[in-house]
């Protein structure tokens, strides 16, 4: 099986194993490790993502560069932004500063002018406007969807207008890879560019492609100083077993692959310098519940269902302690989501109790008929969860809910699907309740406007692809997310985002599960340097925009 490429599989794990794997990423990422002292100079890095086609187009998520993660070594963003620190303000890359108007509706971008083009051109703020009017121009492209009005250059600087208020946007405008003007300005079709001979700012060029091996060299120069890996040897394998033989026998040094059985086919394979680091953003998975089915359209079953969710058993035995534990009633994962916690949640935590369901299912008027549920119509309480055949994580997740609800009379039958079909049948409201995740971003807002947000409604039957997969409806909380998007002062905003904690805690339209990790494995044999959760420089997944930031902080073993 493929690591699926749904936004940042999560880990839980209880206090133990969390202990664990920062134990192993303390001892492991942050230097004193001994090894061969870099190797040849080559760094190897893996995914599980079956054979590749030539294409190394920066903007399209289904490309190899994209795939396997390269693109972050050739193509750079104007700021470089930490997705497991999200509030730490982003570093200043091929933008040297940012400054926003008042209402987010207009950012100044001052462009650095010191990088070059691979090519040998000289890079500018040309390129950087270019950039942007090729985003606006070409929706395709533009994967964010982040509405673009006017693009102008004065100088060094390029000034980026909107209709409405970006500011949850701003993140994805600072990691807009930028492209040459001088070469992209005359492809008439830049939505199927294969872009086979990349060139970009970053410190590396394309030197081979095959559909499973790609090789990146170090070019001679780069605006910063250079980067000590002077090759990086990228692997595609079939599956992740593949993958994970190739990790414990040392053909991979970086990956992010699933492995539920990580600590023998990994770790005890090179203790001293197998390691790994699963860190949360903002992402969470969850049971999605369809609010239009009754009886489940009653918050207060659904309050009582998710107060006899063993989510540390999931994370343990689901998620191999790889996805983290979400102990916060609100569905934020921690640290991450820390500052921006209410104050009434502050410190407070989730645990089962079937007592205090039961009572609020008597409140009410739900009865216990033997070992079956009823609603106060009388009718038996009963639900069909759903996931895809294969994503085995997701199903043992599935089985422990459903011994979950028996203890409060539901009957939970657990059914597979193919991909294809499941998919659809999210898509379009067709199910009774269905383990999937969120989508993730550097506040909270991306989180709860996936779950909660009414403009995304569609009804039963008709495809809601972009979220509020579980029908939600809830004028509150539609508002409290359109004011945290158009609010012009922290203040409000901050109110907004309490406010939509409280009705996920009160409604529970969806039930958070675990956090939605953003991990890797790696070795320190050859290279240490690596983020982890003492030093969390950066995002650690290879495939995401940090992976440069990695790479440049890497150094041989003995060095």
Same mark, same amino acid.
């Given at each position: 099986?493929?690591?699926?490429?749904?936004?940042?599989?999560?880990?839980?794990?209880?206090?133990?194993?969390?202990?664990?794997?920062?134990?192993?990423?303390?001892? @492991?990422? #942050?230097?004193?490790?001994? @090894?061969?002292?870099?190797?040849?100079?080559?760094?190897?890095?893996?995914?599980?993502?079956?054979?590749?086609?030539? &294409?190394? &187009?920066?903007?399209?998520?289904?490309?190899?560069?994209?795939?396997?993660?390269?693109?972050?070594?050739?193509?750079?963003?104007?700021?470089?932004?930490?997705?497991?620190?999200?509030?730490?303000?982003?570093?200043?890359?091929?933008?040297?500063?940012?400054?926003?108007?008042?209402?987010?509706?207009?950012?100044?971008?001052?462009?650095?002018?010191?990088?070059?083009?691979?090519?040998?051109?000289?890079?500018?703020?040309?390129?950087?406007?270019?950039? !942007?009017?090729?985003?606006?121009?070409?929706?395709?492209?533009?994967?964010?969807?982040?509405?673009?009005?006017?693009?102008?250059?004065?100088?060094?600087?390029?000034?980026?207008?909107?209709?409405?208020? =970006?500011?949850?946007?701003?993140?994805?405008?600072?990691?807009?890879?930028?492209?040459?003007? +001088?070469?992209?300005?005359?492809?008439?079709?830049?939505?199927?560019?294969? &872009? %086979?001979?990349?060139?970009?700012?970053?410190?590396?060029?394309?030197?081979? !492609?095959?559909?499973?091996?790609?090789?990146?060299?170090?070019?001679?120069?780069?605006?910063?100083?250079?980067? =000590?890996?002077?090759?990086?040897?990228?692997?595609?394998?079939?599956?992740?077993?593949?993958?994970?033989?190739?990790?414990?026998?040392?053909?991979?040094?970086?990956?992010?692959?699933?492995?539920?059985?990580?600590? %023998? *086919?990994?770790?005890?394979?090179?203790?001293? +310098?197998?390691?790994?680091?699963?860190?949360?953003?903002?992402?969470? +998975?969850?049971?999605?519940?369809?609010?239009?089915?009754?009886?489940?359209?009653?918050?207060?079953?659904?309050?009582?269902?998710?107060? *006899?969710?063993?989510?540390?058993?999931?994370?343990? %035995?689901? +998620?191999?302690?790889?996805?983290?534990?979400?102990?916060?009633?609100?569905?934020?994962?921690?640290?991450?989501?820390?500052?921006? $916690?209410?104050?009434? /949640?502050?410190?407070?935590?989730?645990?089962?109790? *079937?007592?205090?369901?039961?009572?609020?299912?008597?409140?009410?008027?739900?009865?216990?008929? #033997?070992?079956?549920?009823?609603?106060?119509?009388?009718?038996?309480?009963?639900?069909?969860?759903?996931?895809?055949?294969?994503?085995?994580?997701?199903?043992?997740?599935?089985?422990?809910?459903?011994?979950?609800?028996?203890?409060? @009379?539901?009957?939970?039958?657990?059914?597979?699907?193919?991909?294809?079909?499941?998919?659809?049948?999210?898509?379009?409201?067709? !199910?009774?309740?269905?383990?999937?995740?969120?989508?993730?971003?550097?506040?909270? /807002?991306?989180?709860?406007?996936?779950?909660?947000?009414?403009?995304? /409604?569609?009804?039963?039957?008709?495809?809601?692809?972009?979220?509020?997969?579980?029908?939600?409806?809830?004028?509150?909380?539609?508002?409290?997310?359109?004011?945290?998007?158009?609010?012009?002062?922290?203040?409000?905003?901050?109110?907004?985002?309490?406010?939509? =904690?409280?009705?996920?805690?009160?409604?529970?339209?969806?039930?958070?599960?675990?956090?939605?990790?953003?991990?890797?494995?790696?070795?320190?044999? &050859?290279?240490?340097?690596?983020?982890?959760?003492?030093?969390?420089?950066?995002?650690?997944?290879?495939?995401?925009?940090?992976?440069?930031?990695?790479? $440049?902080?890497?150094?041989?073993?003995?060095?």
């Amino acid at each position: 099986m493929r690591v699926r490429t749904r936004p940042r599989r999560a880990l839980t794990a209880t206090v133990g194993v969390l202990a664990a794997l920062t134990l192993l990423a303390a001892c @492991g990422g #942050g230097g004193g490790a001994t @090894g061969s002292g870099g190797g040849d100079g080559v760094l190897t890095v893996g995914m599980p993502n079956g054979p590749q086609a030539d &294409n190394s &187009n920066p903007f399209l998520g289904t490309s190899a560069g994209a795939s396997l993660g390269y693109r972050a070594m050739i193509y750079e963003p104007l700021a470089m932004t930490n997705l497991v620190r999200p509030d730490q303000e982003p570093k200043p890359w091929l933008a040297t500063s940012w400054e926003w108007n008042e209402d987010f509706t207009e950012v100044v971008l001052t462009v650095n002018t010191e990088p070059t083009w691979s090519d040998g051109e000289a890079f500018g703020a040309e390129d950087v406007a270019f950039t !942007f009017s090729l985003l606006r121009d070409n929706p395709a492209l533009n994967e964010a969807g982040v509405p673009y009005q006017d693009v102008t250059q004065d100088g060094d600087t390029v000034t980026l207008t909107f209709e409405t208020s =970006q500011y949850v946007n701003q993140t994805r405008i600072l990691d807009t890879y930028i492209v040459p003007e +001088h070469i992209w300005a005359d492809i008439e079709a830049p939505e199927t560019f294969e &872009n %086979q001979d990349p060139v970009g700012t970053g410190p590396y060029v394309l030197d081979t !492609f095959t559909p499973q091996t790609v090789t990146l060299k170090r070019r001679d120069t780069y605006w910063q100083d250079l980067p =000590q890996v002077e090759e990086l040897r990228y692997t595609s394998y079939n599956d992740n077993n593949a993958q994970t033989t190739a990790l414990a026998n040392g053909d991979t040094e970086w990956s992010y692959v699933f492995m539920p059985d990580y600590e %023998q *086919v990994f770790i005890e394979r090179d203790p001293d +310098h197998h390691k790994l680091w699963f860190p949360t953003g903002l992402g969470i +998975h969850g049971l999605w519940i369809n609010n239009e089915v009754a009886p489940f359209d009653d918050p207060a079953l659904r309050r009582a269902m998710s107060l *006899v969710i063993d989510r540390a058993a999931i994370s343990e %035995q689901a +998620h191999a302690g790889l996805y983290p534990l979400l102990e916060n009633p609100t569905g934020l994962p921690l640290p991450a989501g820390a500052s921006f $916690l209410a104050p009434e /949640y502050q410190g407070e935590t989730q645990e089962v109790d *079937v007592a205090a369901a039961k009572d609020i299912l008597d409140e009410a008027g739900y009865t216990l008929d #033997g070992d079956t549920l009823r609603t106060p119509e009388g009718d038996p309480v009963s639900l069909t969860l759903t996931d895809p055949a294969g994503w085995s994580d997701y199903l043992t997740g599935l089985s422990i809910i459903s011994d979950n609800l028996k203890e409060i @009379g539901i009957e939970a039958t657990v059914e597979t699907q193919t991909v294809d079909a499941w998919t659809d049948d999210v898509n379009n409201g067709d !199910f009774d309740a269905t383990l999937h995740w969120t989508n993730t971003g550097a506040t909270p /807002y991306d989180m709860y406007q996936n779950i909660m947000d009414g403009e995304l /409604y569609k009804p039963v039957g008709e495809s809601s692809p972009g979220g509020n997969f579980g029908r939600y409806r809830n004028d509150e909380a539609t508002a409290a997310l359109a004011d945290y998007r158009n609010a012009s002062d922290e203040e409000a905003r901050t109110e907004a985002l309490y406010t939509l =904690q409280r009705i996920l805690v009160e409604d529970v339209p969806m039930i958070p599960t675990v956090a939605g990790p953003i991990g890797a494995e790696y070795s320190t044999k &050859n290279w240490i340097g690596w983020p982890t959760d003492v030093d969390p420089y950066a995002t650690p997944q290879p495939t995401q925009r940090g992976a440069l930031d990695v790479v $440049l902080h890497l150094r041989p073993a003995e060095g």
